[in-house]
């Protein structure tokens, strides 16, 4: 009976994995928010990582994006911080 319970734990743990990444929703201030978002443009090049930072509902956001090869921005990764920005603590 152990290995069916081995089996099981590892089919509910690769049941947690999900393969396909979610898209972020851009905040009020983030680089891809509104709607001249698509036609804002860089002279980066593509594949560039452009870092944003920003205060949202009291929390400092800090967002990455990827320069695609048409020159629009992706937002890849985001993390808030509750303490604020560096130094108002």
Do not use: W
Request: aromatic residues 8%; proline residues 7%.
């Amino acid at each position: 009976m152990k290995p069916t319970y081995l089996a099981l734990i590892g089919l509910l743990a690769l049941a947690g994995c999900n393969s396909a990444q979610q898209d972020l929703e851009p905040l009020p201030q983030s680089l891809t928010y509104g709607e001249n978002a698509a036609s804002r443009k860089t002279q980066a090049a593509p594949g560039a990582m452009i870092q944003n930072r920003f205060m949202y509902e009291g929390q400092m956001v800090y967002e990455t994006y990827e320069v695609q090869p048409d020159r629009t921005y992706k937002l890849v990764r985001r993390r808030m911080d509750q303490s604020g920005p560096a130094g108002n603590n």
